[in-house]
């Protein structure tokens, strides 16, 4: 029987549900609001007729449900060298293998090797259910130490949570640093597929399509009403704030059933079902082209609480810059909470708050470097992992029958990314149809 299924958001999880849905026979209408497709992972035009991710984005070895997609939709992944720095104490240490632990400066030969053991003891650790009850800080200073904590692992996990990097369930990191690793951490690749991520949407939203379903771009959805009618608003209309009480709405369809993948606010806005009750941080992510190298690491976690930032990710030391005629792009990454200073300053004022910080990196670094720059925030990007957070998970199938709520609240104990909104997509399909 076929079922007529509207997709909300054409994010990575809607594109592949909408593609798996479409493959069993079903009539699906994918809406979003945004002016283009890909959600978190959307690339822009950075001139020359080339594209970049507006947040840094790459794959690991283990990311199996991606790579599976890939290869079944006849596209390549190209697998490159990493390498990883930790700024710390007013220089950059290479952090990529464990040779390179050994001989972190900020911690004593015995604080390095008792870190070293945990951390191997961890990835060898299959159940998760024992770190699911005690935050990373406490467990981190039992096992590793104190010095472990102050120099490593609190200012990292204050990159991504802030202020709430003591409340981190410890299951968030045993899943990063169990599920994300090579087999060889000596050599560890990473992947990014040939020409971005927009031959991905290309690919799904073309599948989509030729099976006779339709994805709509610039339709934001405004009203989800059991029966179930779906109101949108005019194309465009997403500008004046994503508020639904202020569209005019630009008409309806019905259909069987509904598949949201918005974050929670927003969903709850649509249905006027309760809000999950899960807190996020907001990404705020500044796009830098350079006349000239910034650093000689891809990426860089910043440990010192002084920058305003938290890392440095220079694209064109991972991709190459001839790739993009010799031009060369560096992510000024940062997580806060919503409503922070930062998240209201445009891209020049954001440069300038930054500048100090840059110069702590490479005190050569200049504003005279920067040819151009990008700024994107995201106010629902990283759900904050407290203990007791697997209790706190929405269901994808919500009270309402046949109306089903999938997004990165979800993904579950890995952190998200491309590779789970593939499996999420995949298991929202199936809960829909």
Not at 286 to 296: A, I, Q
Not at 377 to 399: F, K, W
Request: charged letters at 25%; hydrophobic letters at 45%.
């Amino acid at each position: 029987m076929t079922v007529r299924i509207a997709v909300i958001g054409a994010g990575v999880t809607g594109l592949v549900a909408a593609h798996r849905l479409t493959a069993a026979g079903h009539a699906v209408d994918v809406y979003e609001r945004w002016p283009g497709l890909g959600g978190m992972a959307a690339t822009l035009d950075v001139g020359g007729g080339h594209r970049l991710e507006r947040y840094y984005h790459h794959l690991f070895t283990t990311d199996r449900h991606i790579a599976a997609l890939y290869g079944e939709l006849g596209l390549a992944i190209e697998w490159r060298p990493s390498s990883v720095a930790m700024f710390a104490h007013g220089r950059q240490w290479p952090f990529t293998t464990p040779l390179d632990l050994l001989r972190f400066g900020p911690l004593n030969p015995v604080e390095r090797v008792r870190m070293g053991l945990a951390v191997l003891a961890l990835q060898r650790r299959a159940e998760r259910a024992p770190f699911e009850r005690v935050t990373a800080r406490a467990w981190i200073e039992k096992w590793m130490g104190s010095a472990a904590w102050r120099e490593v692992w609190g200012p990292m996990l204050r990159g991504k949570f802030g202020e709430r990097a003591d409340e981190i369930a410890m299951v968030w990191l045993w899943s990063k640093l169990r599920l994300r690793r090579g087999k060889d951490a000596r050599d560890e690749k990473l992947g990014y597929p040939t020409g971005s991520w927009e031959p991905l949407f290309d690919a799904l939203r073309r599948r989509i399509e030729a099976r006779g379903g339709r994805v709509l771009i610039d339709r934001p959805a405004v009203r989800i009403v059991p029966g179930f009618d779906v109101t949108f608003g005019a194309p465009g209309s997403f500008r004046a704030g994503h508020d639904p009480r202020r569209f005019e709405p630009a008409g309806s369809e019905r259909y069987d059933r509904v598949l949201v993948t918005v974050a929670n606010d927003v969903f709850a806005r649509l249905t006027d079902l309760p809000e999950p009750a899960i807190e996020y941080f907001a990404a705020l992510c500044l796009l830098l082209e350079l006349d000239r190298p910034f650093s000689g690491f891809y990426w860089t976690n910043v440990a010192d609480r002084e920058l305003p930032f938290v890392g440095l990710i220079e694209h064109t030391n991972f991709v190459e810059p001839a790739r993009y005629d010799g031009r060369r792009f560096l992510y000024v990454a940062n997580y806060l909470e919503r409503g922070h200073a930062l998240l209201g300053l445009d891209a020049d004022a954001l440069l300038e708050r930054y500048l100090p910080g840059l110069r702590r990196v490479n005190p050569a670094f200049d504003r005279s470097w920067v040819v151009d720059r990008w700024l994107h925030r995201e106010p629902a990007a990283q759900p904050i992992v407290t203990v007791g957070y697997h209790e706190r998970i929405p269901p994808l199938r919500t009270p309402v029958p046949g109306l089903v709520l999938a997004n990165t609240t979800q993904v579950y104990p890995e952190d998200r990314g491309t590779n789970y909104a593939v499996r999420l997509g995949d298991e929202a399909a199936r809960a829909i149809a």
